[in-house]
């Protein structure tokens, strides 16, 4: 269609991840301190090295990725090119995919607030304790957790940025940040929602990355999606995934998806609460109704399409 057969003789030559990219020199080798002739295995793509290293590949299993970005994914054995998302095969079962959406509405939104509110920062337990001491529903505060807006591609209307609505005199930073874990395990819960497919519906959700240490959000998650959440032994799930695809490929198993099975076992579940649930979509009604008619305001529209990413 776009007459780009000129490009394939400028690209790299296709490899299987399972095969060894190169052997170590020994000048490398020297450098670096590792053996020479040591195998050298290139990770596939990260939001895949992550879905493996989460520990399941259960069509019915989700799979959550907390980082800058957020990243909400399944395995799916089919796709089709009207479904919203990306596609990615497998590296060892060729008819086995990953479906995925990637959203900026990650940590970057507690990072950014939590600079702003403190010169010196809580550690996650400590805020954790004091964020669900606020009620679901951050007293009637709202957030749009679209700091990054002329980036996001997970909205199929333009937003022009981040957005508190209903703030009071009474609100207080803990209110505000409440209203930011809230945010985001709702703009999860929406996302999973259209990657769900009713030939396997999700019974769990996988967090991993660097907000799987959080409990508010791993809890908020489940309340908001209706899923279980299960936090795995191991949070960092991409150099997990790797690791796992390279000692596959060096025959220390046969089937990378067990390997990180037997490796990422789960550690904590987080089990939905039918009450916090439809509060959850109540709060989530407004969430989409704050962004349509944001999305349909001149001002805002145009303020999303000139300020810079």
């Known amino acids: 269609i776009l007459d ?47 879905a493996i290293g989460a520990g399941s590949n259960r069509a019915t299993s989700g799979i959550s990725v907390w980082g800058t970005a957020s990243i909400h994914q399944r395995w799916t054995d089919t796709f089709q090119a009207c479904e919203v998302g990306y596609w990615v095969s497998h590296p060892q079962k060729a008819h086995h995919g990953l479906r995925f959406i990637a959203t900026h ?110 409990d508010l959000l791993a809890q908020l998650l489940a309340d908001a999606t209706g899923r279980y959440v299960i936090r795995p032994k191991h949070a960092e799930a991409t150099l997990l995934g790797i690791t796992v695809v390279a000692l596959t490929g060096l025959g220390y198993a046969n089937d990378m998806d067990q390997l990180a099975g037997a490796i990422n076992i789960a550690r904590d579940t987080f089990s939905p609460s039918p009450q916090a649930h439809a509060q959850l979509c109540q709060i989530e009604r407004r969430f989409e109704t704050c962004v349509e008619l944001i999305s349909q305001d001149e001002w805002w529209s145009a303020s999303s399409a000139t300020t810079p990413g």
């Open 105 to 214: 509405a990650g940590m970057l939104n507690i990072d950014y607030w939590l600079q702003m509110f403190y010169d010196s920062c809580p550690r996650m337990d400590e805020l954790d304790r004091q964020l669900s001491a606020i009620p679901l529903g951050a007293r009637g505060l709202l957030y749009l957790p679209y700091l990054t807006a002329s980036r996001e591609r997970s909205e199929s209307v333009p937003v022009a940025g981040a957005s508190f609505v209903g703030i009071h005199a009474r609100h207080t930073k803990l209110d505000y940040l409440r209203a930011v874990f809230e945010g985001l395990a709702i703009q999860a819960a929406r996302l999973f929602r259209r990657l769900e497919d009713q030939r396997a519906p999700l019974t769990e959700v996988r967090i991993v990355g660097g907000g799987a240490r959080s």
């Open 4 to 50: 780009l057969d000129w490009v394939y003789p400028l690209l790299p030559p296709v490899c299987d991840p399972l095969q060894p990219r190169g052997y170590l020199t020994p000048h490398v080798a020297r450098i670096i301190g590792l053996p020479n002739g040591m195998p050298v295995y290139v990770g596939p793509f990260d939001v895949l090295a992550a």
